[in-house]
Each structure stands twice: as structure tokens, then as C-alpha cells.
């Protein structure tokens, strides 16, 4: 367990490389393109909206105050940037996940050999589309209800000092848990059973949360960190789950 660390930031360190390939690197423009159309989608309706909004607020404020109309203006601003910031991340996830899943699944093929059996025709890019987007409201309702349960507790005197704390580490385990995810699930391994492989291993998953963490602040970097974190994620699990979880879905299948 010592050495999960040094697993997580050896898995970075490849990952760069690795993405740029000839192979992969078409994958780098997934990321770019969803927070353009993302950020565009968000902008376009914001602003569509803020001078319906403000003239509203105006009609209840009396006359002699309508020299606030441009404080309006401006705290609505922040409000959107606040929008915006808690939605982005959930926004692109959702938006980028069949790329990342598809992406994993190269770097499993590159790196081990195995084939996936998938259907790329239009009706089985739908299945792989839905199978991704329901993996990102299973991790949803699992992130929500835990994430709104420390923001409570973190209006408590005292107790929120180490509330704070806990959020930070609770939102590393999520990021981890997010790309993670996406060899798992290419692997047929349900949510709750790679919940509890991660958790055997927490030292890995903050290790992972932290560095995507630290990515995130870097302007630039901050743009590619999406496909970086799913080929670290993938090179973790050939290495330390996957021997683990080896012809899995066939044994799921033979079970049911």
C-alpha cells in the first residue's frame, strides 16, 4: 500500500507520452471540443437571459435606484461564473465520457493486447453512448447526496474545520473514482464493485485525486487533464486491478 503512491504518479508520468502517440493522439481533441461546446451552450443561454433578468429585478426597485442597474449586471456575472464553475466539470464528464471509455479501451488494446468486442455501428455507438451516460448518473447519485451531507455539516462551528478538510479528500476520491471508471466499466465491472477495489487501495485514489487536482490550476494543462487522468487511470488498472477482474463479465453473465 506504501507504494500506490508512487504507482499514481508513475501512471501520470507515462500517460503524456503515451497520448501522444500516433495512435492516441486523436483523443486530445475530445476534451477541447467539449469545453467548447459546453462553455459556448452556457455563455449563449446566460447572456440570452441576463438583461431579461435584470430589467425584473429593476421593476421592483424604485426609480431614484436605477444607477444600481450596472450592479445588477455585475453580481449576476458572478453568479453565472458560480454556475458555471460548479457545472463544468459534470457537464464535460458527461459529455466526454464515451470518448474517454473508447480511449481506455485503446490504451488497454495497446498495452495488453486485448480486444474488445464492440459494435461501432450507429445503433451500437447509441448503446455505448447510453451505457456511458448511465455509468455518469450512477457515480451522480452517489457523488450528490455525500457532497451536500459535508457542505451541511460545514455550517457547523467547530466541526467545520475538519469538514473542510474531508471535502478536499472526498472530492480526490471522486476524481479518482471518476477515471477509474472508465476501464472498469469497459471491463464489465459494475459501480459498486469498483467502489469497493478502490477502496481497498485509498492511499491510490488520493494520490490520483490530488495530482488531477493540481492539473486543473494549470492554465493549458488544465485543458488536457480529461484524456491524461483516463490513460493514467487505464495504465493502474492493467497493473493493479485487472488481473483481479480477469474475464469478469464472462462470470457475471454466468451467474445471472
Known sequence: MITHPFSAISAFAKALPLL???????????????????????YTVALSYMGIAVDEIMGYVPEWMSFLNWLFY??????????MFYSF?????????????????????????KQ???????????KIAGRSLKRELQKLAYFIPRFLGLLLLSF?????VVTSVLIVMFSAWMLALQYMDYAFD?????????????????????????IVMLGVTIPFLNLFVMPIAAVAATLLWIKLFSERFVNYADLLSQTR
Open 156 to 160: 457547523i462551528p467547530v466541526v467545520n
Open 74 to 83: 455585475v453580481l449576476l456575472n458572478i453568479a453565472i461564473g458560480l454556475l
Open 20 to 42: 501522444l502517440s500516433r495512435r492516441l493522439r486523436l483523443f486530445l481533441l475530445a476534451p477541447i471540443l467539449a469545453n467548447i461546446a459546453l462553455m459556448g451552450l452556457l
Open 186 to 210: 469497459n471491463n464489465k465491472v459494475p459501480f459498486h464493485d469498483m467502489r469497493a477495489a478502490l477502496r481497498e487501495k485509498p492511499l491510490l485514489c488520493w494520490t490520483f485525486g490530488f
Open 89 to 113: 466539470s459534470v457537464g464535460v464528464n458527461i459529455l466526454a465520457a464515451p470518448f474517454m471509455a473508447f480511449l481506455a479501451e485503446k490504451v488497454e488494446e495497446h498495452q495488453t493486447g
Open 116 to 126: 474488445f468486442d464492440e459494435d461501432f455501428s450507429a445503433m451500437g455507438l447509441m
